[in-house]
């Protein structure tokens, strides 16, 4: 018998990102407009509601406008900043391009946008949901599912106990976790959610989809001097630095928010097959590039994350619904790639789940497959702006920088025509890209200067990351000799350089006994590691509640 207390709700919603507050916005307006009781609640394993929130970023309001019409009107932080310039930059080492916007396709010249942060806009999103009567719970992460006595039905969720220390022993501020009791539970996890992964396995929600691929996002907040300061001005890049490294792809984005301030960052494709690729450190080098680095000339750094990016697409979202729950948002996989865009999809996925829980629930159903939610987002503007861009990504990874953006551009001015492909390229898990050592080249980084390029260690300060040192690790191995005696020789242990925080580092190798560190405390939540690991021997698990970072404006 379990010694956890229980709360009964009809629908629990796991994170409190936009999909998740969508869907509990959602589920309290239908409860309104119908005059019924429903009780709703958010779990969020950040500090506050915001704290792990990561983007760059630039919002297509289309699903907010749906949820909440008169945004703009009641004081939304997104509204402070339209885009009203957009550019599109493909780097050499020392020069670059600009394309003309009559080149852009229509859908992704950012007209109509807003950029600002995200992390704010949830903040202000949690509070509409509160208002409404949701019931948030910041700094309790959902550790556990619950399943009826088989396994074959989603019950809820419990929070991780608090208190435990690090040899599983009790400390004396001990809390046992909480039971959660749903009709359903709606997964809201972010990318490579750790629950959301016990679920594809259980229910076999991948047997009809590609795998799922990631890129690698590393951010940073800057405060810039106000003559090179374009509020609304929106910047994206490709081509160097990773135009230098085979197999490898990405770009960076520089946005000009309010406040003087300049959201920029890199992502980098987790297909890359170098071993030696380090994903923080080429997001250091794109900053000194002259057109970069001449934006940031004069300003200072004020912030740092990283995140991952659920980059497959239309053919890599999984079957949605399982008995007793749904996943939505990004832990589902609805960015759409060349926008560089996902808030707006996620959010639409809340909302279409929402609708089919009440339903559902206004029924007298519970615990079933909420089979109106997929059939909601097959017929969707969704499903239909992903299918639309379903080949970019695979078309670049194949053709390379150049020949692949000029065949994806083409596929997508056709899409736009009504001339849809008749053919959809596949997906291979990211962590079967990368060569053995003796096959790749080394890469020679440059030292950081303190001033425009820095360390993975005073990253991690200003991401105000914290957690618990007495506390189990949420870093495991399935077999600890593996990084050692299997990755160090074969790839030179590529988590050294993967993980954007300085968690993993080989110690004693000069010595002639290397060991495998994991230093947790640094952990950003990135998931990384878990995605990246060749031998997919690294599992991340959600920490203590309220550990990880503890982003501002981001």
Not at 134 to 139: Q, S
Not at 141 to 151: H, M, N, Q, T, V
Not at 428 to 452: C, F, N, Q, T
């Amino acid at each position: 018998m379990s010694d956890r207390e229980s709360m009964p709700y009809d629908v629990v919603i796991v994170g409190a990102g936009p999909a998740g507050l969508a869907a509990a916005i959602r589920l309290k307006q239908l409860a309104t407009e119908n005059s019924a009781e429903l009780s709703v609640c958010i779990l969020e394993k950040g500090s506050e509601v915001g704290a792990h929130i990561l983007s760059g970023a630039v919002i297509d309001p289309r699903s907010l406008d749906e949820l909440i019409p008169d945004w703009r009107d009641q004081g939304c932080p997104l509204a402070e900043t339209p885009v009203t310039e957009n550019h599109h930059w493909t780097l050499s080492r020392k020069g670059r391009r600009s394309m003309p916007e009559f080149l852009i396709p229509p859908f992704m010249r950012n007209h109509g946008t807003y950029t600002g942060s995200l992390g704010n806009l949830c903040r202000w999103l949690a509070g509409q949901a509160e208002a409404l009567g949701v019931e948030i719970f910041p700094g309790f992460a959902a550790a556990e599912i619950l399943f009826d006595g088989d396994r074959k039905i989603v019950r809820g969720v419990a929070t991780g106990d608090m208190g435990v220390a690090r040899d599983g022993s009790h400390k004396p501020d001990y809390q046992p976790g909480l039971e959660l009791h749903a009709k359903y539970t709606l997964f809201a996890e972010g990318a490579r959610g750790h629950l959301t992964k016990e679920l594809i396995r259980l229910f076999d929600l991948r047997s009809d989809c590609d795998p799922q691929i990631y890129g690698i996002g590393i951010k940073e907040l800057w405060d810039i001097a106000p003559d090179k300061h374009v509020p609304g001005r929106v910047i994206h890049t490709q081509g160097w630095p990773l135009s230098e490294t085979d197999g490898s792809n990405g770009g960076g984005f520089l946005y000009h928010q309010a406040n003087g301030q300049v959201a920029l960052g890199f992502v980098t494709w987790l297909s890359y097959t170098n071993p030696y690729l380090s994903p923080f450190q080429e997001m250091q080098r794109w900053k000194t590039h002259p057109d970069i680095a001449a934006i940031l000339e004069g300003g200072k750094r004020v912030s740092y994350g990283a995140r991952a990016i659920s980059d497959g697409g239309w053919q890599s979202v999984p079957k949605l619904v399982f008995p007793g729950g749904a996943l939505v948002g990004d832990t589902a996989g609805f960015l759409n790639v060349p926008r560089i865009k996902g808030t707006h999809t996620a959010m639409k996925s809340g909302m279409m789940a929402a609708e089919a829980a009440f339903a559902a629930i206004a029924a007298g159903r519970e615990h079933d497959e909420l089979a109106a939610y997929p059939e909601a987002y097959r017929t969707s503007w969704v499903e239909k702006e992903l299918r639309v861009v379903r080949n970019v990504a695979p078309l670049v990874k194949k053709y390379g920088d150049s020949m692949g953006s000029v065949l994806a551009g083409m596929t997508m001015w056709l899409e736009h025509f009504g001339i849809r492909m008749p053919f959809t390229m596949k997906h291979k898990p990211d962590h079967e890209s990368l060569w053995r050592k003796d096959l790749a080249r080394k890469i020679d980084y440059p030292k950081p200067d303190g001033v425009l390029t820095f360390d993975r260690l005073s990253s991690v300060f200003v991401s105000n990351t914290n957690h618990e040192e007495d506390q189990p690790c949420h870093l495991t191995l399935k077999d600890p000799a593996i990084p050692v005696d299997y990755d160090l020789p074969m790839y030179d242990e590529p988590a050294q350089r993967y993980c954007p925080a300085g968690v993993y580092e080989i110690v004693g190798e000069e010595d002639g006994d290397p060991k495998f560190v994991i230093n947790a405390q640094n952990c950003v939540h990135c998931k990384t590691c878990d995605i990246k690991d060749p031998t997919q021997n690294i599992n991340w698990v959600a920490p203590e509640g309220g550990g990880g970072p503890n982003y501002p404006n981001m």
